[in-house]
């Protein structure tokens, strides 16, 4: 059996009890969560998110890129649009977690032969340190002019062996 016919059965199971509808397109936590693709850092799981509650962007390393921004900005002018006069709360999570794959880019050999091999940079997304890469990202998201500074930005680790998340840096404006 081929695993779009395991989800194709899973999501006939999914249809028949679904009561989403009417869900509106605000997410109700007014939250963007950048995580890890990896199979196993499923935000919905680790973080108990049901459907509508929070926008979910997920990328090698769960890094803030280039595209990343360019997503966040276009989400925060969405936002802004339906907010109108009275702007709410918006709130971005960036999530990272040990044994990431992304810590494998780090490694020079694997860099420089993705780079020659396929003309694939990963140098943006390479972690070495979790904690220094998080800092840096909320400095990628302070140093572009499309990010409205009053998004509340936080960090955390994902523990793989625990389960457990770890702050890394609380809530705070980024403008702050
Ligand atoms: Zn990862």
Do not use: W
Request: glycine share 8%; aromatic share 4%.
């Amino acid at each position: 059996m081929s695993s779009m016919n395991i989800l194709l059965d899973r999501n006939r199971a999914f249809a028949e009890n679904f009561d989403g509808a009417d869900l509106p397109i605000l997410p109700k936590m007014r939250s963007v969560i950048v995580a890890c693709g990896d199979s196993r850092v499923d935000p919905a799981h680790i973080l108990g998110l049901e459907l509508g509650d929070a926008v979910v962007i997920r990328n090698n390393g769960g890094r803030v890129t280039p595209a990343v921004i360019d997503e966040i900005a276009a989400l925060a002018f969405i936002v802004k649009q339906m907010d109108g006069d009275e702007p709410g709360p918006f709130e971005l999570i960036l999530l990272q977690h040990t044994q990431c794959g992304a810590e494998r880019f780090a490694d020079p050999g694997v860099q420089s032969a993705l780079k020659e091999q396929l003309g694939v940079d990963v140098s943006q997304v390479a972690i070495t340190n979790h904690e220094a890469s998080l800092h840096g990202d909320i400095e990628r998201l302070r140093m572009a002019p499309e990010i409205p500074g009053y998004i509340v930005v936080s960090a955390f680790i994902y523990d793989m062996k625990s389960g457990g998340i770890r702050e890394v840096v609380a809530p705070i404006a980024l403008a702050d």
